[in-house]
């Protein structure tokens, strides 16, 4: 069974531009989420799909981080425009059902904001 | 006060020892315990969950839970340097805002 992937896997930008990152969960899994992880800290929940529906994007700074799963597979997130503390992995993960106890990380997308 | 609370070590011990982890969480809703393991550059893997308090055992690893106190912990018995990763507590609660909180990770190396 293929994992979560991720691309690119290493991005380096300057301040106020933007920038994508694509995730292919699980295949079969309905639900997809997006975290940030800052060096040092754990994952934090960004933003959570249930198929193609947004259940929970209650920690997505919206003025400038937006997310889509237009077919319920395939997600990107995007970050328009980019500030020095968005620098972070961006973690995909994917789960069966929404209930997200076992959930099925990528390898992550390591953003450099200069 | 933080949902859940990590030591983040660093943990430096020698090939074969005992390893203990631990958190400590504030809400008494939190009903999924669950400990990921995460090498450097990789996403984390689930390593084990459970839901009651007591013990859970899986080859070298137990996972801990005491719910009366809020505490939860990780042993690592005969400790590998392929054990070498960050260990990161997570807590998942359901009805409401179901997601789920991570510590800050534990970062362990066994020495050979």
């Known amino acids: 069974e293929a994992g979560v992937a991720q691309s690119p896997r290493y991005k380096i930008i300057e301040k106020r531009q933007s920038v994508a990152f694509w995730c292919n969960p699980i295949?079969?899994?309905?639900?997809l989420y997006w975290y940030q992880q800052i060096l040092g800290q754990g994952p934090k929940l960004l933003i959570q799909?249930?198929?193609?529906?947004?259940?929970?994007d209650s920690q997505l700074p919206k003025d400038r981080f937006s997310a889509e799963r237009l077919k319920g597979v395939d997600s990107t997130l995007k970050i328009q425009p980019a500030k020095l503390e968005d620098s972070a992995v961006y973690l995909c993960?994917?789960?069966?059902?929404?209930?997200?106890?076992?959930?099925?990380f990528g390898p992550g997308t390591r953003l450099t904001v200069l | 006060q933080k949902e859940v609370e990590q030591d983040p070590g660093p943990l430096s011990v020698p090939e074969g020892a005992i390893v203990s982890l631990n958190c400590t969480y504030s809400?008494?809703?939190?009903?999924?315990f669950m400990w990921y393991r995460q090498y450097s550059r990789k996403g984390p893997e689930l390593l084990m969950y459970?839901?009651?308090?007591g013990n859970k055992e899986d080859g070298r690893f137990t996972a801990q839970v005491d719910k009366s106190s809020k505490y939860i912990s990780l042993f690592i018995r005969d400790s590998q340097p392929s054990d070498s990763a960050t260990y990161l507590c997570?807590?998942?609660?359901?009805?409401?805002?179901?997601?789920?909180?991570f510590g800050k990770g534990t970062k362990l190396t066994v020495n050979p």
């Open positions: 993960a994917s789960s069966t059902t929404g209930l997200g106890i076992a959930q099925y």
């Open positions: 295949s079969g899994h309905a639900t």
């Open positions: 799909f249930q198929n193609n529906g947004v259940v929970d």
């Open positions: 809400n008494s809703a939190f009903q999924y």
């Open positions: 459970t839901y009651s308090s």
């Open positions: 997570a807590i998942f609660t359901q009805g409401g805002s179901e997601k789920l909180v």
